[in-house]
């Protein structure tokens, strides 16, 4: 399970998402899954994702870290 910082990308206008997580791959789904439904809360991505679609849009690892002890 990695952790970083990661970026979802809109390919048709160049606008674009930064967040954080410890786990990458669970906070990619959860976005995806939340979008698909119409439920995510930030509506200025729910709304890019309902104009142009899920194919436009892309889920880019900027960089990995590693996790803190706690």
């Not at 669970?26 to 899954?33: E, G, K, L, P, Y």
């Not at 889920?59 to 706690?70: A, S």
Request: hydrophobic content about 35%; charged content about 20%.
């Amino acid at each position: 399970m990695a952790s970083g910082i990661y970026k979802i990308i809109n390919n048709v206008n160049g606008n674009f998402y930064v967040g954080s997580s410890i786990n990458l791959r669970q906070r990619h789904n959860r976005h995806f899954r939340e979008l698909s439904l119409g439920i995510h809360t930030n509506q200025h991505l729910q709304k890019s994702w309902k104009m142009y679609g899920k194919d436009a849009f892309e889920f880019i690892v900027i960089e990995e870290c590693e996790k803190p002890l706690l």
